[in-house]
């Protein structure tokens, strides 16, 4: 068995678990946190990273860990975990589809695999920059659209204007078929399985943009940051099809 064979097949098992608390909670009565950032937090993504981060530090002890909700466990490794245990709590809570569990592994800083896992749905999106598979079937972007008759997601639109400059983002609304705020994670699995052409995120942290940088990537699409850069590197996501990424830079620049 390939070393990426034996962490694919350990991510399954990272997302089943998780899976298993999540779908437990999901549209019950949930107690609401905020964290220091006003942003919520339920028992349900406490006690999915819980279990994610116990399985790693059992199989794989010598591996580094970077969750949302629990912080860094063995900083300086070669591989790291960096988990986002349900990206989309806010769509969770009000028993919204659109979220998902991100799992990423890097290697010396890199990401060479990625997970969105929709436990609702059944929908398990793994991506290795090579290629990436919904339940085992290969999928890719949508490389047949032109800008006006494309489907453009984003997660939350007053989050452009305090992050980017919204007259620019208006613009490249104003020149798309249709734009929906079908966001988060799930907006990132609609692009790499050719269900919608382009998500952008104004602002984003790094357990948001690891995991979605193999799964983009491999489904034939291009992913960077507002400006083109390095996504990893950087603040903000836009993924798209190679056709049309270019252009919604430009447009948004």
Same mark, same amino acid.
């Given at each position: ?10 991510? =399954?098992?990272?997302?089943?678990? /998780? ?9 019950? /009565? ?6 220091? &950032?006003? /942003? ?5 993504? =406490? ?21 949302? $909700? *629990? ?18 709590? =806010? ?26 896992? +929709?436990?609702? !749905?059944? $929908? *398990? ?29 984003? !997660? ?7 992050? +980017?400059?919204? $007259? ?40 948001? !943009? ?14 960077? &940051?507002? +400006? ?17 990424? /270019? !252009? ?6």
């Amino acid at each position: 068995m390939s070393e990426l064979k034996e962490f694919k097949d350990f991510s =399954k098992i990272l997302s089943i678990e /998780s899976g298993k608390i999540i779908k437990k909670y999901f549209r019950t /009565s949930l107690n609401i946190d905020s964290k220091a &950032d006003n /942003s919520p937090v339920t028992i349900a993504d =406490k006690k999915s990273e819980e279990i994610m981060r116990e399985l790693i530090m059992k199989h794989f002890p010598n591996h580094g860990i970077l969750g949302e $909700e *629990f912080g860094e466990h063995n900083k300086n490794t070669e591989y790291k975990w960096i988990l986002d245990p349900i990206d989309g709590t =806010k769509s969770f809570i009000h028993g919204m589809i659109t979220f998902g569990t991100l799992i990423a592994l890097t290697k010396n800083g890199n990401p060479i695999l990625g997970i969105i896992n +929709q436990p609702v !749905t059944n $929908e *398990f999106l793994v991506g290795d920059n090579k290629s990436t598979k919904l339940n085992g079937e290969l999928v890719n972007v949508n490389e047949n659209k032109s800008l006006d008759s494309a489907l453009l997601l984003t !997660t939350d639109y007053l989050n452009v204007e305090k992050y +980017q400059d919204i $007259e620019k983002f208006n613009r490249l609304m104003h020149k798309v078929k249709l734009i929906r705020t079908w966001g988060n994670c799930y907006g990132y699995s609609m692009v790499a399985t050719g269900m919608a052409d382009i998500m952008i995120d104004p602002i984003m942290s790094i357990w948001d !943009t690891a995991a979605l940088i193999p799964i983009i990537t491999g489904a034939g699409g291009i992913i960077t &940051d507002y +400006q083109g850069n390095d996504p990893m590197k950087g603040e903000s996501i836009i993924a798209a099809s190679k056709n049309l990424h /270019s !252009t919604v830079i430009d447009i948004l620049n």
